[in-house]
Structure formats: C-alpha cells, structure tokens
C-alpha cells in the first residue's frame, strides 16, 4: 500500500485535466499500488509491477502516457538523456506506448513501442516542452496515441475533408421535394451537419446519436424515424447547447422537417431519409477544412433564383478575407461586427488563428480576443440569421470541439456572447448607444433610405437624439454614427458603405463628422455588382478613431480602384484568377507602415493628400482616375473618335470611292450592251 496516494489524496482526488484525462504525479508508488487502487488497468504487468513511476496519464484506467520527470543537472549530456529514456523504456511499453521525459524546461517524446524519437511529418525531433496544463500539449499528446505504433514513429499528416459536394447533394435533395429557399436549404443542412457532427465527436451517444437513429430503419417506419429526431434528438443538442436567455437562440432551430411547434412535418420523412443516408455513406466529420468553413453560406446562396436582395446581407467572402488580411488584431481586442448577419467578418477572423486566440485551461475556455455580432430580427425567419452564426462558429471551431467534446456547455456560452439578436426595438443594434467600446468594426451594414423615417421617429421617441445629432440621411448614415461613436479612440473600422455617403450633398455633415472624429486612413472602389446583382456602387472606408477631436489629420489617404474581385460579377459567380482585390491588401499593407514615404507602384493605386476629403467635396475616388487611365486598367472600354476636319476627308474618300465603282459599273454595263 502506497502512502503517497493517501496523503496527497490521489486516489479521491486526483488532478482533472481540461479534456478529461487525468493526471497523476507521483514517483514513491509502484506499479503493483497503482493497479490495487484502481488507478491502472488491474492485470499483470509481470517484472515491472514493483518499479516506480514519476507520472502518469489516465483515460478511464489505462495509461495514455507515462512521464519520466528529471533534474535539469542530470538532463545536460546526450549519454544523460540516453540513459533517462533506457531506464524507463520497459515499464513504459508495459503500461503504454508513449513516454515523456523531461526536466521542465526540455522534453524527449519516445515511442515506448520501438525505444525511437517520436518525429513530425518532414522527419524532425519534435521538442514542445511537456506541460498538462497546457491545452496544446494535450492535443499533442492526442495526435501523437493516434499515429504511433511498433512501425511507426512519426506523427501522421491531419488529413481535412471538405464537404462541399454533400453540402451541394443535400441542397438538390431538400429543393426537388419541399422547393425550399437556397437560405432554408442551408439551415436545414447545417443542423443535419451539425447532428452528424456532434455524433462523430460523440458528444451525442446512445439514443441521441446519428448512428443510433439510422439503425431504426428497417425496425421503424420512416415516419417514425422522423419524429424521434425532431421530438427527442433536437431537444437534446438544445440541452447542450442552451439557448441565450437574452434573445432565445441557440446553434439549431431552421429545419425544413420540424414544424414551428417542433413537430415532425408530414410527408419529409422520405428525403429525410435520403439526406440522413447522404451522411451515412460519407466520411466521418472530424477535421474539416478550412475552405469549406469559409464556403458553405457562400455555396448555397449561389443557388439562389432570383438574388434579390443579396447586398442587404451578404458580403461576397472575397471582400470579407480581404478586409480581414488588412488588419492587425491582436491579443484582448474586442471586434465587433453592428450589423453582422450570419458572422463571416468575425468569424474570418478568428478562423485565421483559432488557436492563438482560444485555448482550454482547466475545463473553460479562454478567449485571448472578444468578437461581438449584432443582428436585428423580430420573427423566427430574421431569428434564423443569427442561429446560423452561432452554428457556423461551432463549425469553425471544430478542432477544439473535437478535441474537448465535455465542454459543451462553455462553447454554447461563448456563442451567445459572441453573437445577440436584437428583438427589443426596430432600431435593433443602434437602440443601445455606444461609447468608446470596441478595437475594431467590420461590417457592411443596411444601405437604405426608404424607411428610415421611421427609425428616426423612433429615435425621438427614444430619446437618442444626442446621440444621433448629424442627422444623415438613410439607415447607413446612422450606422456610420453609432460606429465612430463606438469605437475606442485608436481603433479602426472598415466599413463598406455606398456612395450616397461619399457624394450626397445631404451628407456634407456626415462627412465633416467622420473628419472630425476620424483620421481617413484609405478608400478602396468596389465594382458596380460586386454585391451580387445589386447596382450599388460601393466603397470600403478605412477609419482611425481620433484620440482628441482637435487633432488635425496631416497624413494622405489611400485610393485604390478594385475591377475584379476574383469571381464574375454576374448571376452565376464563377470563380476568375483576376482578383483587384489580392494586390490591394499588398499595398494597403505596405502604406499603414510607411504613409508619408510610400510610393504607388501600380496605376490602379494613388495616394491622395487629405485636403481631398474636404466634407463639401465629393469623395467618390474613382472619380480622380482619368478616362485614359481607366481604358488601361480594362475598367472602360477605349472609344474610337474623330475630329470634324478627319471626318470630313473620310467622307470625301468614301464619296471618290463610290464614284470610282460606280464608273466601273457603267463602263461594265455598256460593254454588255454593245455585245
């Protein structure tokens, strides 16, 4: 009987780490205690059972890794290294087939199984100091169980799948039979995704999961099948995922096969068997790729009929990554999208470096950045918008879920933080006045301006009017307050706006307003459609929050003409390699280090003095593009003209010529005559 484990109470109270495992740092007790008191696998373990152990390791009784802990004095030399693997490598390969030895500030990781080096995928000695706290060493350790065997001492290549064509099959499938909306097809494939997804991770077992629910087939009728899922299945991902108390959303609730009152529709129950074999037969979903994360709202809203309305909620992902790559996040700032859809700004964000800026320390998660997603909606079709956000971030965070499936009820916290409906008024995100709160804003909010009387009457009635006192014309124009206003002095938004704001005469206010509070740091010309078939001619506007109104902006301003963006600007949205939008990010990038001293290297760039963006003056730049320059770039095509003295010669040619034919004719015809 070991002593250790009772004074340090190991055995009833053992270390928890943060996926579930369990660690044990001990060194006095033998392998024979360890078993006798539940803490291994009771079987034999032959001539090791009375040797003795620094750490272990556990899931459940068996041993993931074993750790061997050394003096920094006695872990110098390569013969000292040597001889720490050797003396542990036989009880190690008895208990499990992973050892970790280390002295804290260095570590070897060794296949017990073969005595050799544990390596990355190009041949190199991995060297990630062991630490159990650290949820990456986890997630290594992880990796490392699922690619080391007695052949093999190297880490396997995480194979990514990308769903795109189940997602394209399941949209045919659900639009043939119900005729659904391209929107609703996507929300009934994502909650599907979702629910195979939560199976695969096994966050969904027994009667709950995927898998149990397919082998009804055969035992139940398809009817039947469909109502379990909707009355029992759907109540359990709820579970799990709480709603957010504020606006009663949570990942699911837009699925052509249950009903409002959350009853399973009459006559789906077949294509809901199709669609359930769809994911049967594909790959498990685990390790998703990255591209189809980014693509899988763009993907079905390009099956959209009509595309009306597309420029009121949706911004192209080609103009999303762009703004993205021009920014600087780091660390605890907060980001904030006002008007935010289904979340791809704030979502692009984090899926750039989701493990930078989440991580898992002792079963929650903590958050190196804050991005806060605000939408409006009243009725369970606008409610739809922000459940598809929170379930995209599910997806986008799909590495970490994986590897923490028992943290189902943090993640659903995170994404009701992350992401509010605004139900209390019609002004949605602008009802709450904002003041210096937020590092960054992102957004393409709502350009109209039918209607917004009504929102300036509720404005009035709010009381608001301080802090809406520019009086802008259109709802863009108020979102452009509540945006300067809520930005921290130094922070940055990137907004896409329409030109009404940059040449309204109306808007001469709102524009001195921008240059008082805001430094203009550039404006980038979007192409007529680049917002699907939307006509709006569009800009991005680059603003830097003012420390002190009385500051006086000295430094230029960059221009930038965009005319592709990578796809065609059409219905169809076929992918181009001619993207405008790539060498704009380049060159961006490059001015905000160097304003004062930057030179255009390209036509399609130019540097304007500030005492262009006067609040009187138009502030459309493509305007300041000539015409021949613009025939250069391809954006107009060249006309062919000719002055009045050029026409009159041309004419006078034309005339000779026809009277020379015309002599011909008549000698030809008297010739025949004369025969």
């Not at 096969?257 to 129950?269: E, I, L």
């Not at 524009?511 to 805001?518: A, G, L, Q, S, V």
């Not at 680049?530 to 569009?538: E, G, I, L, V």
């Not at 965009?562 to 796809?567: F, K």
Request: proline share 3%; hydrophobic share 35%.
């Amino acid at each position: 009987m070991s002593e250790e484990l009772f004074q340090r109470d190991l055995i009833n109270n053992p270390e928890k780490l943060s996926n579930g495992w369990t660690f044990y740092n001990i060194g006095s007790t033998t392998i024979k205690s360890l078993k006798e008191h539940g803490i291994i696998i009771n079987i034999d373990y032959g001539d090791v059972e009375t040797k003795k152990v620094d750490g272990l390791i556990t899931s459940a009784k068996s041993v993931i890794a074993v750790i061997e802990n050394k003096s920094p004095r006695k872990f110098k030399t390569e013969r000292q290294k040597e001889s720490a693997i050797s003396q542990e490598i036989e009880v190690a390969k008895k208990l499990t087939k992973l050892l970790i030895v280390t002295d804290t500030t260095e570590t070897i990781w060794v296949n017990a199984l073969t005595g050799e080096i544990i390596t990355d995928e190009n041949g190199l000695e991995i060297r990630p100091v062991f630490d159990p706290k650290i949820s990456d060493t986890l997630d290594l350790i992880t990796r490392i169980n699922d690619s080391i065997n007695e052949e093999n001492s190297s880490l396997k290549p995480i194979e990514l799948i990308n769903p795109t064509k189940l997602a394209e099959t399941v949209w045919q499938d659900i639009w043939i039979v119900s005729g659904a909306t391209p929107e609703n097809c996507l929300y009934t494939f994502v909650e599907l995704f979702i629910f195979k997804y939560l199976s695969d991770l096994e966050v969904l077992k027994g009667m709950y999961s995927f898998y149990d629910l397919i082998q009804m087939y055969g035992k139940n009728t398809d009817e039947e099948v469909l109502e379990r899922y909707a009355g029992e299945i759907r109540k359990k991902i709820k579970s799990l995922f709480r709603e957010n108390p504020i606006d009663h959303t949570t990942i699911i609730n837009g699925t052509i096969f249950v009903s409002k009152d959350q009853k399973a529709v009459q006559g789906y129950s077949t294509v809901f068997k199709k669609v359930l074999g769809r994911f049967r037969d594909y790959e498990r979903l685990e390790n998703i790729d990255n591209d189809f994360k980014s693509k899988l709202f763009e993907s079905f809203m390009k099956q959209s009929i009509s595309k009306k309305n597309w420029g009121q909620f949706f911004t192209p992902l080609k103009i999303v990554k762009a703004i993205v790559d021009m920014t600087d996040i780091k660390e605890k700032d907060k980001i904030c999208d006002p008007a935010c859809g289904v979340g791809k700004f704030l979502l692009e964000v984090i899926g750039k470096n989701l493990n930078k800026y989440y991580s898992i320390k002792e079963s929650s998660i903590e958050n190196k950045i804050t991005i806060v997603g605000y939408d409006k909606g009243f009725d369970n079709e606008e409610q739809k918008t922000i459940i598809l956000a929170k379930a995209n971030m599910l997806i986008y965070m799909s590495s970490l879920i994986r590897k923490y499936p028992q943290l189902t009820s943090e993640f659903a916290e995170l994404f009701n933080k992350s992401f509010t409906l605004k139900t209390n008024s019609i002004l949605g995100t602008l009802a709450d006045p904002v003041y210096d709160e937020y590092d960054w804003i992102l957004t393409n909010p709502p350009y109209v301006t039918t209607g917004s009387s009504n929102l300036k009457e509720e404005i009035t009635k709010s009381g608001l009017e301080k802090y809406y006192k520019v009086n802008a014309m259109g709802v863009e124009g108020l979102f452009m307050e509540w945006i300067v206003r809520a930005l921290k002095p130094g922070g940055k938004a990137f907004i896409v706006v329409p030109d009404g704001i940059m040449n309204r005469i109306n808007d001469k206010s709102l524009r001195k307003f921008i240059r008082d509070e805001c430094y203009i740091d550039g404006v980038i010309s979007l192409p007529v459609k680049a917002f699907f078939t939307s006509m709006k001619k569009t800009y991005i506007l680059i603003l830097t929050k003012k420390d002190n109104t009385i500051a006086v902006q000295t430094s230029p301003v960059f221009t930038y003409l965009v005319n592709d963006i990578g796809e065609t600007l059409d219905s169809y949205r076929f992918e181009i390699p001619e993207n405008d939008l790539i060498e704009a990010v380049n060159l961006y990038n490059q001015f905000k280090g160097s304003r004062t001293y930057f030179k255009s290297p390209s036509l399609r760039c130019k540097i304007q003095p500030i005492s262009a963006f006067e609040p009187d003056k138009n502030w459309s730049v493509d305007r300041w593009w000539s015409k021949d320059e613009k025939v250069k770039l391809g954006i107009i095509e060249e006309e062919d003209t000719i002055s009045l003295t050029d026409f009159s010669a041309l004419l006078d040619e034309i005339s000779t010529t026809i009277n020379e034919y015309q002599e011909e004719i008549k000698n030809l015809n008297e010739k025949n005559q004369g025969k």
